[in-house]
């Protein structure tokens, strides 16, 4: 498996596995192409296994170019069938120096990160786990149900 910059051509397989990964969501296809035109506001990756994108992450600064960001782990997704084989943690352990470098080019650095998930998202504790994340509020009915903020303050890579 490896992580990577997401392509243009691999924008369908990766609105396929969103569209596995987030049930209640709609317009997967165009979801994923309007976000990776916002690049480098957004950032995405891809996990791929034998030339097949098994995952994604989507990261996003925060609140205009700054040279301290916020940055949002907007969305991270994993194809059901290959649920519990560490890609998740790969995607986000390899890809956030990935992001830090983007943002070294001009001259800014991640200072804390963000994360929303749904109260009752058993990745929070992936969250915890690989980047210290900790739940810092919870919004009531906010999307689909509960949805938990979690931050990870003054990052150090």
């Not at 691999?10 to 317009?27: C, L, S, Y």
Request: glycine share 4%.
């Amino acid at each position: 498996m490896k992580i990577r910059s997401l392509k243009v051509e691999d924008i369908e397989q990766t609105a396929e596995v969103h569209k596995a990964a987030f049930i209640r969501q709609g317009q997967s296809l165009e979801w994923i192409e309007c976000n990776n035109k916002a690049f480098p506001r957004v950032q995405y990756f891809v996990a791929e296994d034998n030339n097949e994108i098994i995952g994604y992450i989507h990261w996003n600064q925060k609140s205009g170019f700054r040279p301290e960001v916020v940055l949002e782990l907007e969305q991270l997704a994993v194809h059901p069938k290959k649920h519990g084989n560490g890609v998740a943690t790969r995607l986000i352990n390899e890809s956030l120096p990935m992001v830090a470098a983007q943002l070294d080019k001009r001259g800014a650095k991640i200072k804390h990160i963000l994360v929303t998930t749904r109260a009752d998202n058993y990745a929070q504790e992936l969250y915890r786990k690989t980047l210290g994340a900790e739940i810092e509020t919870t919004i009531s009915d906010l999307f689909s149900a509960d949805e938990v903020f979690m931050i990870v303050r003054n990052i150090k890579l």
